[in-house]
Every structure is written in structure tokens, then in C-alpha cells.
């Protein structure tokens, strides 16, 4: 896996060579992006969350969209400068939009190295916004802390819920708040079929081992944190909005 030029993409930390666990994953996961059609061309990307309405994922990217400008509007409501880490910010969509905020500075976070090359690649030209190749045991990250964490449909890939959440506090500054977008929760009964499902998807794409990187968290393991639904798509409002399927947003605090 080579690394970038660092004269031309100024914004992205390479610590070093992919753990050997790391670049297996990523040779799988974008196997079968690929196959979801969920890679997307520097022009798409620079233009997301807006997509061809043609395109196969245009309803997620809708839901993706309303998810976004309810954080962005929230994150806006602070009025003070803000640091955030985005864990898990793939082709960076995400994080170049909050770091269009006043006073905001982004740090994009993720093992994935050919989505994130092009995130750094795509938005090298902004001066808020700088990627860094690794988790939350990379050395890019050093001391810092931050003002907002945020998981945007990224939750799913960490097996624990509660020891993912354990170590981000650590990168939480004291009135800090972590944020838990687009993911879905299940009740305890639900997860032995939804696992099951999962297992079936990635085996009609040929790729069932898949699975084992996919992981169905319970509501109840929010309970061990002091946390807030910012946004429940089960409430009475949000089903007045029909055709919508929207996921929860829930805010975590120390």
C-alpha cells in the first residue's frame, strides 16, 4: 500500500505501514464497497451529500443528508470555536462540512487508507480540515482533546460498544460531547436475527467472512454512559414524516 505524496496532499498523517489486520480488512471492505457500489469518484464525493436521484443509494443519501444538517445546525448553535474528531470519516464528506462552520477545526480518523487518501486528496485545499491514517491508538492523535467526537454510521465496525466509548472519553475534553449518528440499535431479542441477515448479505456478495467485521449493538449498552436521544426516529413527529427512515442520534456526555 503506497503512501501519498505529502507535497501535494498537505493534510493527512501517515504514522506509518498499516498493521497487517488493518490492510485485510480494507482489501475486503473496499471489495465489497465496490460491489455495494458505494464507491464514489473525486466529483461525487466533493458534491456529497447530494447525489445523481438515479443513483442505487439515493434514499440513504437523503436520510444522510437530514442527519447532517441536524448536527451541523447544532454544532453551529455553540457559537465558540470548536475542535472536532471525526472517527471513522471514510471519504471525508462529513467532516469537510462541519469544518466549513466559523472557529471549527476537523480532524478526520481512519484505518481505512484508500477512502481516506481521497478525502485528503478532494479536500486538500481546506485549511479547517486534516486526516489521519490510524485509530485511536495512533500517534497523530498525541495528547489532544476534543470539543465534539463524533461516530456518523461508523459504530457498527467496533465489536464493543462500551469499550469504544471507554477510550473516545479519554479524547474528551471536560464539557466535551461525543455524538452516535446513523446507526442502528436493536433490542437484545432482535440481534441473533440481524446478525443472521448480515451473514446472508455479505454471502450474496460473495464475501460472507464480511460478517465477522459487522457487529448489531443494543440499546442497552448505552445505559452504562449518561447519554441523550437528540433525535428518535420512533417518536410521534418523526413518524408524521412518512417514507422516511431515519436512524437515531444520541449524545453522550462525561
Not at 177 to 190: A, G, K, L, V, W
Not at 215 to 225: A, I, K, M, T
Request: glycine share 6%; proline share 6%; with cysteine.
Amino acid at each position: 500500500m503506497s503512501l501519498p505524496d505529502s507535497s501535494i496532499l498537505t493534510n493527512i498523517h501517515v504514522p506509518g505501514p498499516c498493521r497487517p489486520l488493518d490492510a485485510l480488512f480494507e482489501k475486503k471492505y473496499i471489495t465489497t464497497r465496490s460491489l455495494e457500489n458505494r464507491l464514489y469518484s473525486d466529483e461525487e464525493v466533493m458534491k456529497l451529500p447530494q447525489i445523481a436521484h438515479s443513483h442505487t443509494h439515493y434514499k440513504e443519501w437523503q436520510m444522510r443528508r437530514r442527519s447532517a444538517r441536524r448536527l451541523i445546525g447544532y454544532l453551529k448553535g455553540k457559537r465558540r470555536p470548536l475542535e472536532v474528531l471525526e472517527i471513522g470519516c471514510g471519504n471525508g464528506w462529513l467532516s469537510h462540512h462541519i469544518a466549513e462552520i466559523p472557529d471549527t477545526q476537523v480532524t478526520g480518523l481512519d484505518i481505512n487508507f484508500t477512502e481516506l487518501q481521497q478525502a485528503a486528496r478532494v479536500f486538500n485545499d481546506d485549511p479547517n480540515l486534516a486526516f489521519i491514517h490510524g485509530d485511536l491508538r495512533s500517534p497523530g492523535l498525541g495528547g489532544r482533546q476534543f470539543d465534539i467526537i463524533l461516530f456518523a454510521a461508523t459504530m457498527e465496525y467496533f465489536p464493543s460498544l462500551k469499550k469504544i466509548v471507554h477510550r473516545s472519553l479519554m479524547y474528551l475534553k471536560p464539557e466535551g460531547e461525543m455524538h452516535i449518528m446513523d446507526t442502528r440499535f436493536y433490542r437484545q431479542s432482535e440481534i441473533p436475527t440481524a446478525r443472521m441477515r448480515t451473514l446472508a448479505y455479505y454471502t450474496s456478495l460473495g464475501y460472507p467472512e464480511m460478517a465477522d467485521y459487522y457487529f448489531h449493538h443494543s440499546s442497552r449498552d448505552l445505559r452504562s454512559f449518561h447519554h441523550v436521544v437528540l433525535h428518535n426516529p420512533n417518536s410521534f413527529a418523526a413518524r408524521l414524516l412518512r417514507g422516511r427512515a431515519d436512524l437515531p442520534w444520541i449524545r453522550i456526555t462525561n
